[in-house]
Every structure is written in C-alpha cells, then in structure tokens.
C-alpha cells in the first residue's frame, strides 16, 4: 500500500501534537509509591482533548483510514485513566463520573479468558496485547480502590493471568529461560513502551493486594528483563521503539524517558535513571532528534511503500 494522504495527516497530528493519540504523555503528576492512586504517565490530555465526551455517554473512538470511527479499547483504558487523575487533582466530580463509564464498559467487554480484543480492527488474527491487558489492569484497580467493588480486582486478576500466558497458549507472554518479555503485539517482536505499559498493570495489582506470591514474582521477573533489554533499545544517540530496528519517533522517545523516570521512582534501580538522563539529554540535542526524526519518517515511507 502506498502512502497516503490519511497517512500523511496523520503523522503531521502527532508531529505537531494534535493527534489524541499522541498527546504528551511525561511522568504522572500524582502517583504514589505506596499506594496506588494515579497513573505513572500522564495521560491527562487524553480527556482534555476530547471535552465533548464529559457530561455525555459517549466514550473514544479512533478514525481508520476508510473514515470509519471503531472502539479502540486501549483508547477507552487510557481516557479513564486521564480522568481518574484529573478527579484526584481537581475533585470535580465530572471526572469521576468519566472514569466511572470507562471502567464500566471495560467490565462489560473482558472475554471470559480475561482478555479484550484490542487490535480486531487492523490484526483480526491477532487481536490481543499485553500493553491492553496492562492498561485495563490499571483501570481496574483504581476502580476497585475508589469503589470498594471487588469484581474489579478479580477482574484484574483475570487480565494478569491472560497476559502472563505463553504466546504459544493464546497470551502475550514470552518465556525464555528465565526471562519474561510482555508483547504489545503477539505477532511482533517486543515494543518497549508497551512492554512497560503491561509491567505497570502487574505493579500495580501487587501494590493493591500487597501480593507477596505469583503475582509479585512474575513482576520482578519481567523487570529484570526489561532491564537486561534496555541495551537493546538504544543506540548511540536515541531510543528504539521495539527490537525489530525501528527507531522511536520523538513522542515515543520522549514517552520512553518518563517511563525510566517512574520505574526508577517505583523501583529504585539506577539503571532506569541512567536511561532516563541518557534520552532525556539526547531529546534536547537537536541533532540528534533531527536525525531520528528523518530516520524514522524514512522508516514510515518504506514501510507504507512496502505494505
């Protein structure tokens, strides 16, 4: 498929940060290390962006290239997300409501197997993702944790043990010795910020039950990974989006620093500071971000050429 002027449009949004897809995602702005209260990203734009769902029913939907709006529930988990955090910064109650709605259409839509489909619309042999299953698991706990409901944290038990399944068992999870990697696509190899995304939901499921068995082992499994990974996801002057050559854009990269800025919090390991300062530097060196950002446009146009 070549390119197009959809995709063209697309990515002068999220270059020029007008894409709801792509808004600026640093470090949260109230999350605890002892409790869970906010999100660890920033996803507060989602919903200031997007004013006209408050005081509606309405949730996010995403625009394909055939000018049809689909449920992305990704998009869903985030906006809750973004709303929890705007009622704990502000108290207003409009907020809570959103969060309420989201939460509860993330209820009503988990499979059985505790699992959303989550990329139906562009993989439909291939629908399911760690970094959903994460997000969802987020979302769930601080409905549990604001609502008292214990059907949340057992749903979020179920979205833990579907994603921390094997691939090869219909899961996002891949074991290798004694690594766990969470895939953000199961037919791709591993992106990072998805990969941490999944990381977060399993903190904060252990953070919520003060786990001290599976749960907690499998998280400290899949952080040591990560962490012997992040080699990988650098070069010499920027970060890689996953571990299949593509360069990160600047959103992404600077997604990737606020990451290693909350791990680091959360976890107290100086190697996410290390990767934190080394991008965060390497984002403010123009010359470096022109490079990537060339990189990767050239990444784009061959892959769409290609398609």
Same mark, same amino acid.
């Given at each position: ?7 063209? #449009?697309?990515?002068? #949004?999220?270059?020029? *940060? ?7 995602? !640093? ?50 988990? +985030? ?14 109650? @409009? ?5 309420? @709605? ?5 209820? !009503? /839509?988990?499979?059985?197997? *505790? ?17 959903? +299953? ?30 921390? =399944?094997?691939?090869?068992?219909? *899961? ?15 037919? =791709? ?5 998805? $990969?941490? %995304? ?28 990560? =962490?012997?990974?992040?080699?990988? %996801? &650098? ?8 571990? !299949?050559?593509?360069?990160? &854009?600047? %959103?992404? /990269? /600077?997604? /990737?620093?606020? +990451?290693? @800025? ?16 080394? $991008? ?12 990537? %950002? ?14």
């Amino acid at each position: 498929m070549a390119l197009t002027l959809y995709n063209i #449009k697309k990515w002068y #949004k999220m270059v020029t *940060g007008k894409s709801v897809l792509h808004v600026n995602q !640093d470090i949260g702005k109230c999350f605890s290390t002892t409790e869970v209260k906010g999100y660890y990203n920033n996803l507060t734009d989602k919903v200031r962006m997007q004013p006209e769902l408050l005081g509606t029913d309405a949730l996010p939907k995403i625009a394909l290239e055939n000018g049809k709006e689909v449920i992305f529930p990704v998009a869903i988990f +985030q906006y809750g997300l973004g709303a929890y955090d705007l009622y704990l910064m502000t108290g207003d109650e @409009q907020y809570r409501e959103k969060f309420l @709605q989201c939460v509860e259409w993330t209820s !009503d /839509h988990q499979e059985p197997t *505790g699992a959303w489909k989550n990329f139906s619309h562009i993989y439909p042999d291939h629908p399911y993702g760690a970094m959903a +299953q994460g997000e969802a698991i987020s979302l769930l706990v601080r409905a549990y944790i604001s609502t008292g409901i214990s059907k949340y944290l057992e749903q979020a038990k179920m979205s833990i043990d579907f994603m921390i =399944k094997p691939v090869s068992e219909g *899961g996002t999870a891949i074991y290798r010795d004694n690594e766990l990697i969470l895939l953000e696509y199961t037919h =791709k190899p591993a992106v990072m910020n998805g $990969w941490i %995304f999944a990381l977060f939901g399993i903190y904060d499921y252990v953070l919520a039950t003060q786990d001290e068995g599976k749960y907690k082992e499998t998280m400290l499994q899949t952080i040591e990974t990560l =962490k012997k990974y992040l080699p990988r %996801f &650098s070069n010499s002057f920027w970060s890689m989006y996953d571990l !299949d050559g593509h360069y990160a &854009s600047p %959103f992404y /990269h /600077h997604l /990737h620093v606020a +990451q290693m @800025q909350a791990l680091y919090q959360l976890t107290q390991q100086d190697i996410f500071n290390e990767y934190a300062k080394r $991008w965060e530097n390497e984002y403010r060196n123009p010359i470096k971000k022109g490079t990537a %950002f060339l990189i990767k446009a050239f990444q784009k146009i061959i892959e769409r050429n290609n398609a």
